[in-house]
């Protein structure tokens, strides 16, 4: 299972587990590439974040956004303290960079839970992968918000593939 741009490295994951892996779940999360390699940031969004570094080191992906687009992903002040302080900042470089993608990665089921907006395509592609997909409505950081129904989506949707 993997949240947001995580989705990206489960081929990679996958590829260097010493045992099977029956069953993916991308959660709100980026479609890595079918073969080849996938970028880990679109151009623009690079664009947007280059000027933005300093000392080599980018802010919190929290502080990406205007706080109109952020406050919504959190219910409690607390768990909001909690995450934004946990979160790295990293060199620009690390969203520069491409993501093998090894053949045969998606071998095995493969879902998808969309909590909504800006994630709405990636669902969309998933399902033309023939990859099954399920709604469950928030913010992109649902899971802290509804821990319990997020899990229920995921161990359905694991267990179904």
Do not use: K
Not at 29 to 45: F, I, K, M, Q
Not at 136 to 159: F, K, N, S
Request: aromatic share 8%.
């Amino acid at each position: 299972m993997a949240h947001s741009n995580a989705g990206l490295f489960l081929p990679v994951i996958r590829a260097g587990l010493d045992h099977p892996v029956t069953g993916s779940v991308f959660v709100d999360a980026a479609l890595p590439g079918r073969v080849g390699s996938t970028p880990v940031a679109a151009p623009e969004l690079l664009e947007f974040l280059r000027p933005t570094a300093v000392n080599g080191r980018l802010p919190r992906w929290t502080d990406w956004w205007d706080e109109a687009d952020v406050a919504p992903m959190f219910s409690d002040p607390l768990v909001r303290q909690e995450v934004v302080e946990e979160q790295p900042t990293l060199p620009p470089d690390y969203y520069e960079q491409r993501i093998p993608v090894p053949d045969g990665w998606d071998d095995h089921p493969c879902s998808y839970l969309l909590f909504g907006p800006p994630y709405d395509d990636l669902a969309v592609e998933a399902r033309e992968r023939g990859r099954r997909v399920a709604h469950l409505p928030g913010e992109h950081l649902h899971q802290i918000v509804d821990p319990v129904g997020t899990a229920r989506h995921i161990v359905e949707l694991a267990a179904t593939g």
